[in-house]
């Protein structure tokens, strides 16, 4: 990674994480700063990245499926 | 002090159980019990509601319990005492295999999206909540659920990162033996020591990278955050919560151990050392023994893959298979997985450094022998390893081994035998007392002798002892 795309990256989370607030955890064992923010951060991401697997996995379905039916 | 200050009665809480204020487990006149305190009721009342609870214990997920009329151990807040169905074995992550650890993460994370479906969440991802209950893993804190607080990430994440993630990652990268490090670190293995451990080329797979190394640089850049990691605000989406499950489990799924076959799960697959028919007379030897005792409980010490513990199985018993050598671990855990068989425990266990009582004041978790004793105990072709590698002297095998169970199948193994030759082949012989006389005599100021049993054409033999 070079400078330039480093200096990308950093402003791209810093500004997630500016834009990400959640609340008060409240949890019996501790969260962890780090990581609770940092769940916060590629949450989007993750999430992003589980709709694209659900697309992926329908359009292959739906070939594999045409598939099996002209072959019948 | 009196019942209203939250007087004990009979009940013990057990020593494990004081970090979560929802609850704990006590033991009563030999049975477990579990006590829910008012402030987690609300909670407790949703996981029973909402269909939460049947979905998980009919997939086998969760421990199933009844409602019980029992008196709490202590009455100050408490709302309701459950009675969980009764565990044969209770064994901790750093006993487990790699398959065994993987296999819990993957049950852990199936009960998080569970949960989701039903608007709860569970509180914590404790490696030390999931036990193997007929084969498989299960949860077995009933109050592990929390209503889902909206727009809120995951309070277990760092746990199950910790627990599960990084133990597995050093397992498949670096070495299987690693997962013995669950015993040093009781809440799992720190994400900076793990990322400090694995190699680079773990990073190339996106889940570790993220779970594990960004995540790590994460919680040191906030380590000594003074605010806490949350303003007031704001929405962490469903979508994001299922996007980090999936992730995981994705991350987990991917891990694997490297094929490589250790010297002792090859053990009987070029049994030079071990003429078939001796094995044969020795197969039948321990199962007329095993009819004789009819045990309910079976610990096979040095089990290998497990040949002989499933002698003890296929006689009903409940039969936890103990080796050091993690791949015959493996191996055994898988092969009985594949068989669906629900009477088999393989956990890693090494003899001369058997697991120790560890945690707060050395009570959270108990040793091997606090946890049996088992009705029959055998130890097969283990002697030698004990008296000769390890040096210990005949009686303290007998003494230690009268500590774990009722009765005793155990095999002597003559100092001429092929397998004793190769342990001296580099050392002196210091072992004049390392006789069948004298074996015999360490054994009988324990236990009983009912059978002695030379094994056809091996110079070995087989006892049956009764403890006494």
């Known amino acids: 990674m070079d400078a330039r795309s480093r200096i990308f990256t950093v402003s791209v989370l810093m500004l997630a ?12 064992i501790d969260p962890g700063s ?38 019948r | 002090m009196s019942e209203e200050d939250g007087g004990r009665g009979d009940a013990e809480p057990l020593p494990g159980s004081f970090r979560d204020p929802a609850g704990f487990v006590f033991r009563r006149e ?13 909670h407790y009342d949703r996981l029973m509601s909402s269909g939460l609870y ?35 074995f209770v064994s901790y992550p750093y006993e487990w295999s790699f398959s065994q650890l993987r296999d819990a993460a993957l049950a852990t994370l199936r009960i998080q999206e569970a949960a989701l479906d039903h608007g709860m969440s569970l509180r914590d991802a404790s490696a030390f909540n999931v036990q193997f209950h007929e084969g498989r893993p299960l949860l077995i804190d009933t109050l592990s659920f929390e209503e889902l607080p909206e727009g809120r990430p995951w309070v277990a994440y760092r746990q199950f990162c910790q627990h599960f993630l990084a133990p597995l990652a050093l397992m498949s990268y670096r070495d299987a033996r690693l997962g013995r490090l669950s015993s040093v670190h009781l809440d799992g293995i720190p ?62 799924e991917g891990l694997g151990l490297p ?3 250790s010297v002792w799960e090859d053990y009987y697959g070029t049994a030079a050392h071990y003429a078939e028919e001796a094995m044969a007379r020795k197969e039948e030897l321990v199962r007329k023994f095993l009819a004789e005792i009819q045990p309910d409980s079976v610990w096979d010490l040095g089990a290998n893959v497990g040949r002989f513990s499933k002698l003890a199985t296929e006689g009903g018993a409940f039969t936890v298979a103990f080796d050091v050598d993690h791949a015959c671990v493996d191996h055994a855990y898988r092969d009985a997985k594949t068989a669906g068989e629900t009477k088999l425990l393989p956990l890693v266990l090494d003899l001369t450094n058997p697991s120790p009582a560890i945690g707060w004041s050395n009570a959270e978790r108990a040793t091997v022998a606090e946890r049996g004793p088992a009705d029959a105990v055998l130890a097969l072709a283990l002697v030698h390893h004990l008296a000769i590698a390890n040096n210990v002297p005949l009686p303290a095998v007998a003494d230690y081994l009268a500590a ?10 003559p100092k001429d035998d092929q397998m004793v030759q190769v342990l001296l082949r580099n050392r002196e012989d210091v072992f004049p007392h390392y006789t069948a006389e004298r074996f015999t005599e ?13 094994i056809a054409d091996s110079g070995r033999v087989l006892f049956l002892g009764r403890r006494r």
């Open chain 2, 404 to 413: 774990l169970g009722r009765h005793l199948v155990i095999e002597f193994v």
């Open chain 2, 259 to 261: 094929e490589d076959v």
């Open chain 2, 442 to 454: 360490a054994l009988d100021s324990r236990f009983e002798i009912v059978h002695r049993e030379p």
């Open chain 1, 17 to 28: 994480v500016m834009f990400v607030v959640i609340p008060v955890a409240n949890a019996y």
């Open chain 1, 34 to 71: 780090g990581s609770f923010i940092f769940q916060a951060v590629v949450g989007g991401l993750l999430a992003a990245a589980l709709v694209v697997k659900g697309f992926w996995r329908r359009l292959v379905s739906f070939f594999t499926k045409r598939r099996t039916a002209d072959e």
């Open chain 2, 191 to 252: 994400l900076d020591l793990a990322v400090g451990l694995l190699p680079k080329s773990a990073r190339l797979r996106p889940g570790l990278q993220l779970h594990l190394f960004s995540h790590a640089k994460s919680q040191r850049r906030h380590a000594s955050d003074a605010e806490p990691a949350a303003a007031s605000r704001g929405k962490f989406s469903m979508q994001a919560f299922r996007g980090v499950l999936d992730s995981l489990r994705g991350s987990i």
């Open chain 2, 30 to 42: 030999g049975t477990l019990f579990r006590q829910v305190n008012e402030i987690h009721r609300p």
């Open chain 2, 54 to 88: 049947e979905d998980l214990v009919g997939r086998g997920l969760l421990i199933p319990h009844a409602e019980v009329d029992g008196s709490p151990a202590v009455r100050q807040g408490a709302s309701l005492v459950l009675r969980p169905e009764p565990l044969r």
